[in-house]
């Protein structure tokens, strides 16, 4: 069955770095796109990038730009978000998100369980 | 980037009660809209995709429908495990962006 395995989360100080790993299962990785989305404690869903299937395409959230590096490893089944510079605001739990496909579009068919990341000195 | 409104933030309804929430796009999205339910200290689980498309495995007390810039989440008979956040999202451009969530409560 598809699973999705978030690590690296943890308490990191402000301006400090943290790259957050996914592990994938279940499925053949190298032939979905992949996405980082976020949520604030208490507060909704905000989707952080993307990454297509063979990694040639990367969006970012505007406010992550410049910060936040998103990776994958084929060869590995592992996705990746690389971030610095972080901020209290990024204070959330992390998920990463299969993103699925029939002909009627896209949709977040596989999510992973979390990981949590604090911003805090 | 688009904009997706959610209405109302939060509701309370009883077991049995019909639930409607809605959610608009600031610009046509077409039918790329998926409907989510999260509840507390789970990852959220995809309801409806492309605006009427029943994910496998969801009971059909969930619908959705609408196109262009509005939607509907329906659930027909509320049930004691209904009782969640429900967000919509558009698949129409990236970024991808979500409501802002829909909390429904037990009245």
């Known amino acids: 069955q598809v699973q999705l395995v978030e690590s690296g989360g943890g308490l990191v100080k402000p301006g400090g770095s943290l790259r957050l790993s996914c592990a994938a299962s279940g499925f053949t990785f190298s032939d979905y796109q992949m996405s980082w989305i976020r949520q604030a404690p208490g507060k909704g869903l905000e989707w952080v990038s993307h990454i297509s299937s063979s990694g040639s395409s990367i969006y970012y959230t505007d406010s992550m730009k410049g910060r936040f590096t998103i990776s994958r490893d084929n060869a590995k089944n592992s996705l990746y978000l690389q971030m610095n510079s972080l901020r209290a605001e990024d204070t959330a739990v992390y998920y990463c998100a299969r993103e699925s496909y029939d002909s009627s579009g896209f949709y977040f068919g596989y999510w992973g369980q979390g990981t949590l990341v604090t911003v805090s000195s | 980037d688009i904009q997706m409104t959610q209405s109302p933030s939060s509701l309370s309804a009883s077991v049995g009660d019909r639930v409607t929430i809605t959610c608009r796009a600031s610009q046509s999205i077409s039918s790329y809209l998926n409907w989510y339910q999260q509840k507390p200290g789970k990852a959220p689980k995809v309801l409806i995709y492309?605006?009427?498309s029943l994910q496998s495995g969801v009971p059909s007390r969930f619908s959705g429908s609408g196109s262009g810039t509005d939607f509907t989440l329906t659930i027909s008979s509320l049930q004691p495990e209904d009782f969640a956040t429900y967000y919509c999202q558009q698949s129409y451009s990236i970024p991808r962006t979500f409501g802002q969530g829909t909390k429904v409560e037990i009245k």
């Open positions: 492309a605006a009427s």
